[in-house]
Nanobody, 120 residues
């Protein structure tokens, strides 16, 4: 069993910054890609940013130049630094990890989500 625990959400004014963190624990041989997704009310969950095990990032166009994804493989942690936040960034943010648990096929795990609200 693998658990992903997120932290760092909250309320911030437009133009402000927040940093999200997600730590994986449990039966982990290794972590493959990790990433952040978000879901706003009435909308589908969408990709925000992902990062490979080697550290190569990928961003949604809507956050390029404002968000930075990083990971610490030794700590099984992925972070999302969010700058210049806009009201349209308001959503529940979910951490996702592709995990090698020692089985033939890697499993995908999700965190419980953390609320980010951008409002004045």
């Amino acid at each position: 069993q693998v658990q992903l625990v997120e932290s760092g959400g909250g309320l911030v004014q437009p133009g402000g910054s927040l940093r999200l963190s997600c730590t994986a624990s449990g039966s982990i041989f290794s972590l493959y890609a990790m990433g952040w997704y978000r879901q706003a009310p009435g909308k589908q969950r969408e990709l925000v940013a992902t990062i490979t095990s080697g550290g190569t990032p990928n961003y949604a166009d809507s956050v390029k130049g404002r968000f930075i994804i990083s990971r610490d493989n030794a700590k099984n942690t992925v972070c999302l630094q969010m700058n210049s936040l806009k009201p349209e960034d308001t959503a529940v943010y979910y951490c996702k990890a592709v995990v090698n648990t020692g089985r033939p096929i890697a499993n995908v795990y999700w965190g419980q989500g953390t609320q980010v609200t951008v409002s004045s």
